[in-house]
């Protein structure tokens, strides 16, 4: 598998482009150049547009949830130019914020192609304007996904972006792209690559937590868990996910270890694990079992990509010494981890701590601390301007999470190092 970007490291990037993850980002990219923070002004017809994004929004409700159209002006950074994108549709997202205060506010879903079938913006069909949800820092997500970039993982990219609504300044969003259809796949991968192949989404906080074992030859028994997205059908699902679920399953580690290559990159899905362990991420697919897709390209082998990362970089239970690369799992789920991950991480117990360790370097504090010292920078004068949010409060979490950064490096070096030969 070719995919546009992987060579891209943090240790070699300039200090913002660092934490601007996604292949191949440069100033013509105007969604996701590091150094911008475009303006996104949405008008909508008629009064009382937050009545109408309550009225369809449940914070417990896991179908799909209904969009207002709107018309949307894209203040275009690296042209200078505004760009009029009529018919578009804005909802509310997230789960997490009920309530807007101070510190606290909704995040906001904008869709290209729901009143236009197939049309996309600057390559992206959907944009997710991250609400809080816990992160009051407004950079864990963006911190996070370009560490998975950086280690190899494709991940979804991610900006800041500032919004309007009806003249209102509503203040300053991580802007984080799409993951879930195939204008993400036609932007990841090549050509050949993105079309024709089986793309499957594990959400949990909306359907079941992924075990990555195999449960029947029902092909209609996985889609509650694993979604298929971008054209993948319950055929699909029998040629390649039942299949690989199945050897995910063997009886013995000998047995697996043999049939596993045929279907997954197992030193690519190591990266993956030990970036979730490290982070530490108690929504990743290597602690809880979702939040992750499962791209299997044609003739390809499954793929794992992250999604919604603004819960990591903390430490469970606020403790230092709870979460280690083998037994992190949330506080409020007990042996989480999927089965795979667990039998991956025991029958490469080595190659996963080495992969522990390098993670490990892209996370050291004296690499990833300036870089979010300058995206400080960046978003402050912003961030002074938003309605929602204390900026000294802002400044003092972000504090914090330099902190948290140094305390998870220090101790997954001093774990990794114990168990990696």
């Not at 009545?51 to 894209?74: I, K, N, S, V």
């Not at 979804?156 to 300044?169: C, I, K, T």
């Not at 603004?310 to 981890?337: A, K, M, R, V, Y």
């Not at 914090?400 to 190092?417: G, S």
């Amino acid at each position: 598998m070719t995919v546009r970007g992987f060579s891209r490291r943090l240790a070699y990037a300039a200090p913002l482009a660092m934490l601007g993850c996604g292949p191949g980002i440069t100033a013509d990219e105007p969604l996701w150049d590091p150094e911008a923070v475009p303006v996104y002004r949405l008008k909508f017809d008629g009064a009382g547009w937050e009545d109408r994004l309550e009225a369809a929004f449940d914070p417990f409700e896991c179908g799909d949830r209904t969009y207002e159209p709107a018309t949307l002006l894209f203040e275009n950074p690296a042209t200078g130019e505004t760009e009029t994108w009529p018919d578009v549709g804005v909802r509310y997202r997230g789960h997490n914020v009920y309530e807007e205060s101070v510190m606290e506010r909704r995040g906001f879903k904008i869709s290209f192609d729901e009143f236009v079938p197939d049309r996309t913006f600057h390559g992206v069909a959907k944009l997710n304007l991250l609400g809080t949800e816990g992160d009051y820092t407004l950079l864990r997500e963006r911190v996070a996904l370009g560490l998975m970039d950086a280690a190899g993982v494709v991940a979804p990219r991610v900006g800041h972006a500032r919004l309007y609504v009806d003249g209102a300044y509503m203040g300053v969003f991580p802007n984080s792209e799409e993951a879930d259809d195939q204008a993400f796949l036609d932007a990841h991968f090549s050509a050949d690559e993105a079309e024709g192949g089986s793309y499957y989404k594990v959400k949990g906080y909306c359907g079941d937590r992924a075990s990555l074992q195999w449960v029947s030859d029902d092909p209609s028994a996985y889609v509650a868990t694993y979604e298929p997205k971008a054209g993948t059908d319950l055929e699909d699902v029998s040629a390649d996910l039942i299949p690989f679920l199945a050897c995910a399953s063997s009886d013995t580690d000998e047995a697996l270890a043999a049939c596993l290559p045929d279907h997954i990159d197992v030193d690519a899905w190591l990266r993956e694990i030990a970036v979730d362990m490290a982070l530490p991420d108690v929504d990743g697919m290597a602690s809880a079992g979702q939040n992750f897709l499962l791209y299997r390209p044609p003739d390809g082998r499954f793929v794992v990509i992250p999604w919604d990362k603004d819960l990591s970089l903390t430490l469970t239970n606020n403790d230092p010494e709870d979460g280690g690369i083998f037994e992190l799992h949330p506080s409020w789920l007990e042996n989480s981890q999927p089965v795979l991950v667990n039998r991956m991480r025991s029958i490469y117990r080595e190659e996963f701590c080495a992969a522990v360790l390098d993670v490990a370097a892209l996370q050291d504090p004296a690499v990833l601390s300036p870089p979010i010292d300058d995206l400080e920078e960046l978003l402050l004068p912003y961030v002074k301007k938003d309605p929602f949010l204390d900026w000294t409060t802002w400044q003092w979490v972000i504090d914090d999470l330099h902190e948290t950064l140094r305390v998870r490096h220090d101790q997954i070096v001093a774990e990794a190092t114990a168990c990696s030969g």
